[in-house]
T-cell receptor, first 114, second 114 residues
Framework: QQQVKQSPQSLIVQKGGIPIINCAYE??????FPWYQQFPGKGPALLIA?????SEKKEGRFTISFNKSAKQFSLHIMDSQPGDSATYFC?????????????FGKGTKLTVNP | KAGVTQTPRYLIKTRGQQVTLSCSPI?????VSWYQQTPGQGLQFLFE???????NKGNFPGRFSGRQFSNSRSEMNVSTLELGDSALYLC?????????????FGPGTRLLVL
């Protein structure tokens, strides 16, 4: 049973556009929601993370929006650049000691055209 | 601090063989998790070790095993390799000081089973 559903699978935008990637989760015990960015041949790198006690978090050009009642969260990339072309993964976990297990979405391949 | 390192980076094996992958976590991190990444299944949790003890285990057959040493370095072993074991194996480390749920990934070991 997939516990984190991510959409779309792929996304193409023009430079300066605002790609939006959406994720939905099922387990209400999840309380930590990170986004990872992965370039070909590299491991995933933590981009930004949010907890359910806030509805939005911004770090540079990256923003997470969180809707606890709908069990959904999304990543917005402002002023996207060709260098942002990568695969993005949302994830969820329970943040108590002894539960270092991330459940990942299937990933979104983002292409930003110049 | 140096990041998570994994060796070897690439590996080619034949069916029926066994393989051992190594992971050195970020200095001071005591939790090491292993994930399998494939195009079809995405990122899937294998197991997590903390202070030399396995704390969590994913839904993988017993052919997949691991261990952690007193210096927090971890190894993963796959016995009786199958074609379907071809994947990128990722190791991630975390630390209560950084927030136990914040996992930092290594570059991965790409395993090809022929």
């Amino acid at each position: 049973q997939q516990q984190v559903k991510q959409s779309p699978q792929s996304l193409i935008v023009q430079k300066g556009g605002i790609p939006i990637i959406n994720c939905a989760y099922e387990n209400t015990a999840f309380d930590y929601f990170p986004w990872y960015q992965q370039f070909p041949g590299k491991g995933p790198a933590l981009l930004i993370a949010i907890r359910p006690d806030v509805s939005e978090k911004k770090e540079g050009r990256f923003t997470i929006s969180f809707n606890k009642s709908a069990k959904q969260f999304s990543l917005h990339i402002m002023d996207s650049q060709p260098g942002d072309s990568a695969t993005y993964f949302c994830a969820a976990s329970r943040s108590f000691a002894g539960s270092e297990k991330l459940v990942f979405g299937k990933g979104t391949k983002l292409t930003v055209n110049p | 601090k140096a990041g998570v390192t994994q060796t070897p980076r690439y590996l080619i094996k034949t069916r029926g063989q066994q393989v051992t992958l190594s992971c050195s976590p970020i200095s001071g991190h005591r939790s090491v998790s292993w994930y399998q990444q494939t195009p079809g299944q995405g990122l899937q949790f294998l197991f997590e070790y903390f202070s030399e003890t396995q704390r969590n285990k994913g839904n993988f057959p017993g052919r997949f095993s691991g261990r952690q040493f007193s210096n927090s370095r971890s190894e993963m072993n796959v016995s009786t390799l199958e074609l379907g074991d071809s994947a990128l194996y990722l190791c991630a480390s975390s630390s209560p000081e950084a927030g136990a749920e914040t996992q930092y990934f290594g570059p991965g070991t790409r395993l090809l089973v022929l």
